[in-house]
């Protein structure tokens, strides 16, 4: 056990800060060897076989601390030192070239000197891209074509997402907020929350690390391939969720973007009073008329002294949401003459007929039925609706296949404000960014979403890896189940402001 100790301190010992170390010493700093501006390897590199988006630990013994790719097959190795297994690994196979996943340092082994040589950028962009503020401001101004080393041209936030096992239902979520400019932008550039203090213990802001290193990875425009693998983002949502979410099992796209919605609102140090960019960009507010009804098995006398007494008088709360839920209506079982089960279709409008203050719909609780009606209040900057496709019985979950029709550009909502709200917003209507698609049965179905690309204009479809342009007009005969809008004339397009 002690000497299995000693190792891995020698390990620790013998990696980085060694010019910090030799100056601690005493032995002023470390002189750079001749070899570093010339070393003979470099022409072993294999990019190709170069993948920073797993997890960075080493291959043999399972460590985060002091792990280097090898550049040559690209395999993780801890350590560097003379019984490390980085050490091993360059004198039994000859591969010479390694990179520190955390310091972006080269090395090569077994000679064991830090090489300098600017031809190696293009690596440690790829594992660590940066964006410029300049950079960011242009993102949405061009729709360049960029070539990954592999040889395809990607558009740069158009790029397909790795299904591991069973995860499509979170890749789509990323996706979808992969392309709200204000959300994007904000966690390009790490500066914004790196100075967020959490307290001791606090796994959370692992989500924003690791969504903000995704964002920086899907919008890469030196990518060495044309997809990211969400591995590390999708181990920090297992890992925070505590399990609740998944790689290998499907899970609910609208459960997962409720969850990551609020996790990220928080672990960003946003409370119901402080912001964050989650609530800056997608927070509106509805007021929420809610009556109690008596129990139906009531006398009708009963009933009607019950409803003139206080508890049964129509109360008002303000409420925020993040989201809005669109009820379906029941989906009707009749089929037609050719013995076809026929798909309803509804239009937009209708469905929103929730929020116009004088629908009322019924609640039921354990104990008690309500009845509520909605009116908005506020409209967000992004309007995010889910379509209540899904209905969850004891015995098992039935979907609405009824297909919601809408107009892809200028859905005005002003008609669901108060009279006060309608006098004080200015933009009331709204364009469809993104929109996630549910194929196939409850349990056992896919998810794909279509996005609008803000630099060319044009529509793409992403299925895990798979990356299509779409006509318009397609996107409306699909199964919609998450749709965020833009607000005409946003001016926070751009905004990428820390709190």
């Not at 005493?26 to 797993?54: A, K, M, Q």
């Not at 080269?106 to 600017?118: A, K, M, Q, R, V």
């Not at 960019?277 to 509805?286: E, R, V």
């Amino acid at each position: 056990m002690i000497s299995l100790k000693r190792e891995r301190e020698e390990e620790v010992d013998d990696d980085d800060n060694e010019d910090g170390v030799a100056a601690k010493r005493g032995r002023g700093p470390v002189v750079e060897d001749r070899r570093s501006r010339h070393c003979p390897y470099l022409d072993t590199i294999n990019r190709s076989v170069l993948d920073f988006d797993f997890e960075k630990l080493c291959s043999i013994s399972l460590s985060h601390i002091n792990v280097y790719a090898c550049l040559i097959c690209g395999k993780y190795f801890q350590g560097r030192g003379q019984k490390s297994h980085a050490y091993t690994h360059s004198v039994q196979f000859t591969h010479h070239v390694f990179l520190n996943l955390h310091t972006l340092k080269f090395y090569c082994l077994p000679d064991n000197y830090e090489i300098i040589d600017s031809s190696l950028e293009d690596i440690t962009y790829v594992l660590k891209p940066t964006f410029t503020k300049q950079h960011i401001a242009g993102l949405d101004k061009q729709g360049k074509l960029y070539r990954a080393y592999d040889g395809t041209t990607y558009l740069p936030g158009i790029v397909g997402l790795n299904n591991i096992k069973a995860n499509d239902y979170a890749n789509v979520v990323l996706q979808a907020f992969s392309n709200v400019p204000p959300l994007r932008n904000y966690f390009l550039e790490e500066e914004n929350y790196k100075g967020i203090r959490r307290p001791p213990g606090d796994i959370m802001f692992l989500l924003v690390q690791r969504f903000g290193e995704l964002m920086r990875k899907l919008w890469n425009p030196r990518n060495f391939k044309a997809h990211v693998s969400p591995h590390e983002m999708l181990q920090a949502v297992v890992l925070c969720s505590k399990k609740t979410f998944q790689i290998t099992k499907q899970g609910d796209a609208v459960d997962f973007m409720t969850w990551f919605l609020n996790a990220l609102h928080g672990a960003l140090g946003g409370t119901k009073k402080k912001p964050s960019i989650i609530t800056k960009a997608f927070q509106g507010s509805m007021r929420i008329f809610s009556k109690k009804l008596p129990h139906p098995d009531l006398t009708p006398e009963e009933k009607e002294a019950l409803l003139l007494t206080e508890e049964y008088q129509e109360q008002m709360s303000e409420s925020t949401f993040l989201f809005l839920t669109l009820d379906l209506p029941t989906a009707p079982l009749y089929k037609d003459e050719k013995e076809q089960l026929i798909i309803p279709q509804v239009p937009l409008f209708n469905i929103l007929g929730k929020f116009n203050g004088n629908t009322e719909k019924e609640y039921k609780t354990y104990k008690e039925n309500f009845l509520k009606r909605f009116q908005l209040t506020k409209l967000p900057p992004y309007l995010i609706f889910c379509i209540k496709r899904f209905t969850k019985n004891n015995f098992f979950v039935e979907k609405n296949p009824t297909i919601v029709n809408f107009p892809i550009t200028n859905v005005d909502l002003s008609e669901y404000l108060t009279e006060e709200a309608q006098a004080t917003e200015k933009n009331t209507s709204y364009d469809l960014v993104a929109n996630v698609v549910h194929d196939g049965k409850p349990t056992e179905g896919s998810y794909r979403i279509h996005v609008l690309h803000h630099g060319t204009g044009k529509w793409y479809e992403m299925q895990d890896l798979q990356v299509i342009d779409i006509l318009p007009q397609m996107i409306t005969l699909s199964e919609a189940y998450i749709q965020i809008w833009k607000r005409q004339g946003s001016s926070d397009t751009n905004s990428h402001t820390g709190e």
